[in-house]
């Protein structure tokens, strides 16, 4: 395994320019100084977020970053200034393009282009150094969810987040709203009693959270595929986490201190305001970089097609039919499981080479057909308490 | 004997998936009982192996998945029809919550 060194000692398995752009006003400026070399990523808001800025701060810092554009309309409400000294503390090149100031549209993209191209083949000369899976992060995710994710994929998951934490791996798994009625079972998996109760109340906010919404964390399409109640696709989700102790509570952002099982709590804190909390998947993807995932897993049964900016995604299809029908899409078929031609135990083992793959040169199906979703809103956050991670400060 | 295309999860449950698609007006073993499936199912969806009353639970990888909204008997499709959450109702096309 190889990455590239960055100053805080992270190892990045990608080298990538990112072009952030800081409100709407800025995304087409962006999206046309990113082009093919830069990976754009980006906030539409012109209000100002704290979570926002936290989020945008350290994914311009994310381990696969090498350089960073900010492209600033100039009268937006984002702190541009605190961002660019982040990303510039840090060691990774950094140029700031703002559009009011640099003479609008064509000269912006002109100026942030010449600075992307210069980059992009700085980059690739970039030395690497020896990587182990102890330098890891890896998330995951389901979307797309049917009757066969959490009998084939998310299960497979599992064991690969079992093997990857007893190689060191730091594994983070998600979406609260989507582990209640798993309360009791995860509770008793926790590292401490006080983490335990942590890992609970975290499920009893989103069981809060997504009530007053009226709506759970539930598509018609998970009806379609023969799920019935959020309860039923909790228990399905939560097999992705495997088997090991849980090693902490994380919220966006926060990253994991050492290598260990991890759940990241994605429901905002107070109470309920800017809507749904991970309005589509690539919201919680971006959350999982965010923690400095290096990779996210994404089990999906009905057919996901997303990738993602900056970290890679790897697909895994839980449903042998959708499989059929999409396998270019798609990086491991745990559908094989229900067809008899490989075991739990072995796709499991894919999952994990998979993964290992990545920082020995190999790209992901999503990778290769040029996706690079991403998606930030709005959102609030207390920080963790003293008991979400055991043993550290 | 059972039809090998429902799956048990959990030596509790009180229902079993299907692994496989079965077609509308098959017969198809239920714990050795024969019985026919009204409407063509696919993969992932529940097939009930012990009848459940209206308000008890019913039960999936060992664990509780909801409340039968009404009478469920060996054979039947279980699903937003006759099974209900006990946190947030679901949402389906068309408004309907079940």
Known sequence: MKGWLRTDGRKGIRNHVAVAYLVECAHHVARRIAGEDGHLIGFPGCFPNPYAQRMMERLCTHPNVGAVVLVSLGCESFDRQALESVVRASGRPCLTVVIQATGGTAASIAMGRAFVAQQAAALLLAPVVPMTPADLVVGTVCGGSDGTSGITGNPAAGIAFDKLVAAGVACIFEETGELIGCEDVMEARAATPALGAELRASVDKAARYYATLGYGSFAAGNADGGLT????????????????????????????????????????????????????DNAEIVEMMACGAHCTLFVTGRGSVVGSALAPVVKIAANPHMFARMAGDMDVNAGAILTGSATLEQVGQQIFDRVIGLAQGQTTASEDLGHREFILTYKTFDPIGPACLPGVG | MTDPRLLLLHPGDTVFVLRDQIAAGEMILVDGAQVRVQQGLGLGHKIARLAVAPGDRVVKYGAPIGRASRAIAPGDHVHTHNLASDYTPTHQRGGAMA
């Open chain 1, 229 to 280: 109640t959020i309860e039923e696709k909790s228990l399905g989700a939560y097999m992705k986490s495997g088997q090991s102790r849980i090693s902490g509570l994380l919220k966006p952002g926060d990253q994991p201190p050492r290598g260990g099982l991890y759940l990241l709590d994605v429901v905002p804190d107070g109470e309920v305001r800017f809507g749904f909390p991970n309005i589509s």
